[in-house]
């Protein structure tokens, strides 16, 4: 088992920056790929972004490149998102995900092995 949770979201103005910080515990978190994805009211949860086991490959969707960044730090069990220059349609619920396989592609929801609990972002114009 896996647990997984978010930190760090939060009201912020178009244009501004958040950092969002997901602390896994349990087992070995060098052994998974870990990602963020979002959910808007209404619309299906998307993938954002993807980080391998060691942090050598990222993966982004396209409408944060150049925004975000992903990170991790194998040390402290924990990956980040820095979403900088946020736009009012990157509002949503942020969850933080961890995959079992190694990372080649972007994950794909349907094979996440652990979800957090989810952290909300709002961004106001």
């Known amino acids: 088992q896996v647990q997984l949770v978010e930190s760090g979201g939060g009201l912020v103005q178009a244009g501004g920056s958040l950092r969002l910080s997901c602390a896994a515990s349990?087992?070995?978190?060098?052994?998974?790929?870990m990602g963020w994805f979002r959910q808007a009211p209404g619309k299906e949860r998307e993938f954002v972004a993807a980080i391998s086991r060691s942090g050598g490959t990222t993966y982004l969707t396209d409408s944060v490149k150049g925004r975000f960044t992903i990170s991790r730090d194998n040390a402290k069990y924990t990956v980040y998102l820095q979403m900088n220059n946020l736009k009012p349609e990157d509002t949503a619920v942020y969850y933080c995900?961890?995959?079992?396989?190694?990372?080649?592609?972007?994950?794909?929801?349907?094979?996440?092995?652990?979800w957090g609990q989810g952290t909300q972002v709002t961004v106001s114009s």
């Open positions: 349990g087992r070995t978190f060098s052994a998974f790929s």
């Open positions: 995900a961890a995959v079992v396989r190694s990372l080649v592609s972007p994950i794909r929801s349907s094979e996440v092995n652990y």
